[in-house]
Nanobody, 118 residues
Framework: QVQLVESGGGLVQPGGSLRLSCVAS????????MGWYRQAPGMQRELVAS???????NYADSVKGRFTISRDNAKNTVYLQMNSLKPEDTALYYC????????????WGQGTQVTVSS
């Protein structure tokens, strides 16, 4: 049974940092390109960062230079280090493979809330 558990969100002031974690179970984690997505109220979910099994990374222009994605295949975990946070980074953050497998029937974890506000 697939399970993705995100954690590490919180309330932070502009310019601050957070580190998100996502632990996966029920999958062969190492073979997947993993991504961090976010969804702000009233907005569509968007992919902000991805990391291939090889370690190659990609970032949305809006987070490039501020966010860093990494993975630990031994721990079935993907991370998102977020620095220089801005109010527009406020969203519910999720992890999932890129793209999410059709066989997972639209599964998403509960996400972790990031709020950037003074």
């Amino acid at each position: 049974q697939v399970q993705l558990v995100e954690s590490g969100g919180g309330l932070v002031q502009p310019g601050g940092s957070l580190r998100l974690s996502c632990v996966a179970s029920g999958i062969i984690f190492r073979v997947y390109t993993m991504g961090w997505y976010r969804q702000a109220p009233g907005m569509q979910r968007e992919l902000v960062a991805s990391i291939r099994s090889s370690g190659i990374t990609n970032y949305a222009d809006s987070v490039k230079g501020r966010f860093t994605i990494s993975r630990d295949n031994a721990k079935n975990t993907v991370y998102l280090q977020m620095n220089s946070l801005k109010p527009e980074d406020t969203a519910l953050y999720y992890c999932n493979p890129v793209p999410p497998p059709n066989s997972w029937s639209g599964y998403w974890g509960q996400g972790t809330q990031v709020t950037v506000s003074s």
